[in-house]
């Protein structure tokens, strides 16, 4: 990494030769997920939970190929040499990333499998299956599975179905001659995925231990049924990864939701990103395949089993053994907070902060509860990026209609990947009579906020939830979020301009509290990181500790790097793709990055930024990312009380500052190390936060 001379700017940070002084932005989604399937490698974790992990990097795997990789495809496919993506990107992207895929798969086939079949939980395949589990699986196949599917002969009036995105499939090389004495030897099996991935064996034939079998060693096994009259010489399954991204011209289009929707019926097939073939895969019928699908060698990845390691996670719901699993962590009700009596009440005292998920959502699901059924509420508006399938936040709103209340929801509905579901909800919202407004066109609606308006005397206060996650209760459970509760008229003035200026898309008002992106989010944090350097080029002791998903802007990078470059001391808790790269002598020697990878995702958003003695925190739903701040309505509100503010430092910045178990320490070459330190005082953030706040524990109010 060459060193910088002098303090760099945004302007500079744009150009070609400068963003190569930078990490590659997907190598380091890539490097992350090495960070995720190091927990499936760890023997202090759970076996199931191990392979839980495994599953979550396919998964993570997946959507990376589904949104980036279609950039570095093109550019490939153009050959060029410049920018951010080019044919050399694509070729390391593309390599990096089969070498996590062969990494586990090894995991998977010499460390998970034999400790499980240690723990009597056998995957079975052909080979390994006696004559009555043969029996067994033979009828379960003719039963259940071969009415399903419907082979296809390529021939011309037989064309190369279209094959949907992530779906299983078989392409087979037959023997002989068709039922017309014709030699078409090429036929494709598609698998419908109404049929489970995998198949628990009864007892009778299973015996002591639980069996499965995989829906593709099942089909794979009878292959030759379905040919009656030809010989199966050659065969694989096959998956194929599409680009699935939607891009729907919000300001050509009439109805958001209708042309949405249609959309979604075209995802499953777009251009194709990936294939997948078993290990043993002819190399003939893989490069017919490639060329079906318009793709380089590079995009072909050879693995050693199963072409979905997504679909095991069924196997972590059908064994019954809670002794391979994590203990179950049962978090407390906020402790600024009390069962039973008024959230409205407690906050006409003062701020509420609510740490997930140490802290439980219930806190903020009675916040509402109360505002449903309170006769002094007049009005709930509230926004909606991902919901979850879980109705009971969606519930209390009809519940509010019902009762009379004025009810907006600002649904966003291009939240990637929910895009249905938003739908869905959007409608049922409608359907009873609420108000739906979609936000700003060109913009995703990100920020999490919900405000209560109450009649008290002759007077209308005003109560908000603001939030770093999504008011999902299931993802509550498995994030790191902070919920912040307050009845500051400044802050809640501020969250109703913003309400109203989604609505009609009026001009939005000056704020008091708020930073809004993209109005002036961004521009904020920098004045911020300027004011930081300048203080510290004055000798003044400045600090800076940064803690999000991501760091990918350039301009917010730039601002990082002058201030470090002129003495501030600078901390960054990155969770995933991370763009700077740390301790660099003569460049970033002041900025240290590292990453923290536990039982929960990492999610809280924290900018704490110090000059002196005087201390300013903001937390926020924006990851720094060109997106958020320019593409985004995004939020970030000030921490001003000073016990709550000491609170978010401590338990959201220190604890991971001193983490010496989950931690990875991103080093000047761009690599990430473990700090796997050894003793009986090593300290895990999220170890020592579930213990502080596991449901009976003694809590300071």
């Known amino acids: 990494m060459p060193p910088v001379k002098k303090t760099i700017d945004a302007k500079e940070l744009k150009t070609a030769d400068a963003v190569t002084g930078l990490l590659d932005r997907d190598a380091s989604i890539l490097d992350f997920n090495a960070r995720v399937l190091d927990w499936a490698k760890r023997a202090d974790v759970p076996l199931l939970e191990r392979l839980r992990y495994l599953c979550i990097v396919s998964s993570n795997l997946d959507e990376f190929f589904e949104v980036r990789a279609m950039l570095h495809l093109a550019a490939h496919a153009h050959n060029d040499h410049k920018g951010l993506y080019t044919s050399a990107s694509f070729k390391a992207n593309y390599q990096k990333a089969a070498q996590l895929v062969a990494e586990q798969y090894t995991l998977y086939n010499e460390a998970l499998l034999p400790a499980l079949e240690a723990k009597s939980i056998r995957m079975l395949s052909h080979g390994e299956r006696n004559a009555a589990q043969r029996k067994w699986v033979q009828d379960y196949f003719v039963r259940e599975v071969k009415p399903l599917l419907v082979p296809v002969g390529l021939d011309p009036s037989h064309p190369f179905p279209q094959v949907a995105n992530k779906s299983l499939n078989f392409i087979v090389q037959l023997g002989g001659k068709d039922a017309f004495g014709r030699h078409n030897d090429i036929a494709i099996v598609k698998v419908p995925r109404v049929l489970p991935r995998l198949i628990r064996m009864p007892s009778k034939v299973a015996g002591q231990a639980q069996c499965f079998v995989l829906l593709s060693s099942v089909i794979r096994s009878h292959l030759s049924e379905l040919f009656v009259g030809r010989e199966v010489v050659h065969f694989s399954q096959f998956r194929v990864t599409r680009h699935s991204d939607l891009a729907v011209d919000e300001e050509d289009v009439e109805n958001l939701r209708t042309a949405l929707r249609h959309g979604l019926q075209h995802r499953h097939y777009g251009e194709a990103v990936r294939l997948e073939v078993s290990e043993s895969c002819a190399v003939h019928l893989s490069d017919f395949l490639l060329k079906q699908f318009k793709l380089p060698a590079a995009a072909l990845f050879r693995v050693a089993g199963p072409v979905n390691l997504v679909r095991l996670n069924q196997l972590i719901d059908l064994v019954d053994q809670p002794a391979l699993l994590f203990p179950a962590y049962q978090a407390s009700y906020p402790g600024q907070l009390q069962r039973g009596t008024s959230v409205f009440a407690r906050l006409q005292q003062g701020d509420v902060m609510i740490h997930q998920p140490y802290e439980s959502f219930d806190g903020v699901l009675d916040f509402l509860r109360e505002a449903v059924y309170d006769p002094q509420v007049l009005a709930i508006k509230q926004t909606i990026y991902r919901i979850g399938s879980d109705t009971v936040m969606l519930d209390l709103l009809r519940e509010a209609v019902r009762r009379g209340k004025e009810v907006t929801a600002v649904v966003e509905l291009k939240a990637r990947f929910d895009e249905e579901a938003n739908i869905n909800v959007a409608e049922q919202l409608e359907s009873v009579g609420a108000q739906v407004v979609y936000g700003v066109v060109g913009l995703k609606t990100h920020a999490k906020m919900l405000l209560v308006t109450r009649r008290e005397g002759k007077l209308l206060k005003r109560y908000g939830h603001l939030s770093t996650g999504n008011y999902n209760p299931r993802t509550t459970r498995l994030y790191t979020d902070i919920s912040y509760l307050t009845r500051s008229a400044r802050l809640t003035a501020d969250m109703d301009h913003l309400f109203m200026h989604l609505a009609?898309?009026?001009?939005?008002?000056?704020?008091?509290?708020?930073?809004?992106?993209?109005?002036?989010?961004?521009?904020?944090?920098?004045?911020?990181?300027?004011?930081?350097?300048?203080?510290?080029?004055?000798?003044?002791?400045?600090?800076?500790?940064?803690?999000?998903?991501?760091?990918?802007?350039?301009?917010?990078?730039?601002?990082?790097?002058?201030?470090?470059?002129?003495?501030?001391?600078?901390?960054?808790?990155?969770?995933?793709?991370?763009?700077?790269?740390?301790?660099?002598?003569?460049?970033?020697?002041?900025?240290?990055?590292?990453?923290?990878?536990?039982?929960?995702?990492?999610?809280?958003?924290?900018?704490?930024?110090?000059?002196?003695?005087?201390?300013?925190?903001?937390?926020?739903?924006?990851?720094?990312?060109?997106?958020?701040?320019?593409?985004?309505?995004?939020?970030?509100?000030?921490?001003?009380?000073?016990?709550?503010?000491?609170?978010?430092?401590?338990?959201?910045?220190?604890?991971?500052?001193?983490?010496?178990?989950?931690?990875?320490?991103?080093?000047?070459?761009?690599?990430?190390?473990?700090?796997?330190?050894?003793?009986?005082?090593?300290?895990?953030?999220?170890?020592?936060?579930?213990?502080?706040?596991?449901?009976?524990?003694?809590?300071?109010?």
């Open 504 to 701: 009609s898309q009026s001009r939005l008002n000056r704020m008091n509290k708020l930073w809004v992106a993209p109005f002036h989010l961004h521009r904020k944090i920098i004045a911020q990181l300027d004011a930081v350097g300048a203080a510290a080029a004055q000798g003044q002791p400045t600090k800076v500790v940064v803690k999000m998903n991501a760091l990918t802007d350039l301009e917010l990078i730039a601002a990082l790097i002058r201030a470090g470059q002129h003495g501030a001391q600078i901390d960054l808790i990155v969770r995933g793709a991370c763009m700077l790269p740390a301790e660099v002598p003569g460049y970033t020697e002041n900025i240290r990055v590292r990453s923290v990878v536990g039982r929960f995702l990492e999610h809280t958003r924290v900018f704490y930024f110090v000059i002196d003695e005087q201390e300013s925190l903001y937390l926020s739903s924006a990851d720094w990312m060109n997106r958020n701040m320019i593409r985004r309505i995004e939020l970030a509100w000030p921490v001003d009380d000073p016990v709550l503010r000491q609170r978010v430092v401590d338990e959201c910045l220190n604890l991971y500052l001193q983490d010496g178990r989950d931690a990875w320490c991103l080093g000047p070459q761009g690599h990430y190390t473990k700090l796997d330190k050894k003793g009986r005082y090593v300290r895990s953030a999220q170890a020592i936060l579930m213990s502080r706040y596991a449901a009976g524990t003694t809590q300071k109010k």
